[in-house]
């Protein structure tokens, strides 16, 4: 079963306009969530992290939000930049286990000049 | 100042070969994770190490995988008698744990493992 599911496995933006990526969990036992950014043929790219005790995340151009009674979070990125074209993963971490991630399957996001 | 490394980047393997990855984490990482992606899917835990203990390691497929840390600095995945479902891309990734869950866990390019 997922317990971190991404939905849309594809958005595609105009530049400058917003992008929002979405993020569903099932574990309420998840206490921290990452978004990375994957290039093809690189490694995950660290992207913005929130606690489980806050609800909102900002670095720039990048806010996550986290919902936590609806167990969901969204990456917004504003304004969206051709560069930021990539496959965006949701990750969540489990309080007090194993410092493992579990990952959402990805959403490829295309922003178009 | 450099990242994760991971090599070889790409391996090939006929059905039964036995193979081994390598991954550099960054210098003074206390902790290591290897993660399995298959095509289409986001990566999937296999194992972690917290110097050279393996801490966990349910998300071993089988028996086949062994993982090591021997000094708690480089560590090898290796795979025996590897068959068609074991390609995908292994993922390496280290982190500066001390005792704080909340360290970020940076990701190496990974070995992209084909078996014919």
């Known amino acids: 079963d997922q317990q971190v599911k991404q939905n849309s496995p594809s958005l595609s933006v105009q530049e400058g306009r917003i992008s929002i990526l979405n993020c569903d969990y099932t574990?309420?036992?998840?206490?921290?969530f990452l978004w990375y950014k994957k290039y093809p043929a690189e490694g995950p790219t660290f992207l913005i992290s929130i606690s489980s005790i806050k609800d909102k995340n900002e670095d720039g151009r990048f806010t996550v939000f986290l919902n936590k009674s609806a167990k969901h979070l969204s990456l917004h990125i504003v304004p969206s930049q051709p560069g930021d074209s990539a496959v965006y993963f949701c990750?969540?971490?489990?309080?007090?286990?194993?410092?493992?991630?579990?990952f959402g399957k990805g959403t490829k996001l295309t922003v178009n000049p | 100042g450099a990242g994760v490394s991971q090599s070889p980047r790409y391996k090939v393997a006929k059905r039964g070969q036995d193979v081994a990855l390598r991954c550099d984490p960054i210098?003074?990482?206390?902790?290591l994770f290897w993660y399995q992606q298959a095509l289409g899917q986001g990566p999937e835990f296999l194992t972690y190490?917290?110097?050279?203990?393996?801490?966990?390691k349910s998300g071993l497929p089988s028996d086949r995988f062994f993982a090591e840390r021997p000094e708690g600095s480089v560590s090898t995945l290796k795979i025996q008698r590897t068959q068609q479902e074991d390609s995908a891309v292994y993922l390496c990734?280290?982190?500066?744990?001390?005792?704080?869950?909340?360290?970020?866990?940076?990701f190496g390019p990974g070995t992209r493992l084909t078996v014919l």
């Open positions: 190490f917290q110097n050279e203990a393996q801490l966990d």
């Open positions: 210098s003074g990482h206390v902790s």
């Open positions: 574990n309420s036992m998840f206490d921290y």
């Open positions: 990750a969540a971490r489990v309080q007090g286990g194993s410092e493992k991630l579990v």
């Open positions: 990734a280290s982190s500066a744990i001390r005792g704080i869950s909340t360290d970020t866990q940076y």
